[in-house]
């Protein structure tokens, strides 16, 4: 796993525990060699959002009980692939961001100034 710092440089807050979130499934957006996706944005579920990833192919709304996944709703937090967050961002329906709560590798693909343009607490 890599080392668990933010987009901020600080030690990586937690983003969610209900649902759990994470590649690693320990409610943080922690990523590591395995994680080819980039599970590294902490963001707040919209209706939007959840309708436009739904449209993109990846249903996050509808529960999977057979995976242990409740299915999210608006407000939830969720780690989300940095490269879906910024599709997302180019077709401006991108959700908020909790900064804390993103990993710094998320940078390799997101712009720090994307991001901050989407902070949670902005």
């Known amino acids: 796993m890599d080392k668990s710092l933010n987009v901020l440089g600080k030690p990586l807050a937690e983003c969610s525990t209900d649902p759990l979130t994470g590649f690693y499934r ?3 957006c922690d990523t590591g060699p395995g994680d080819r996706g980039s599970h590294t944005v902490c963001a707040v579920m919209t209706e939007e959002f959840l309708a436009f990833s739904k449209y993109v192919g990846n249903d996050l709304s509808t529960p999977r009980p057979e ?9 939830d937090r969720w780690c989300l692939c940095a490269s879906r967050f910024l599709q997302a961002h180019d077709e401006g329906c991108a959700p ?7 990993h710094r590798r998320a940078l390799d693909i997101v ?12």
Request: net charge positive; proline share 10%.
């Open 111 to 122: 712009p720090l100034d994307v991001l901050e343009a989407h902070r949670a607490d902005a």
């Open 26 to 28: 320990n409610g943080c």
């Open 67 to 75: 995976f242990r996944f409740p299915g999210l709703k608006p407000g």
């Open 96 to 102: 908020r961001v909790n900064l804390q709560a993103t």
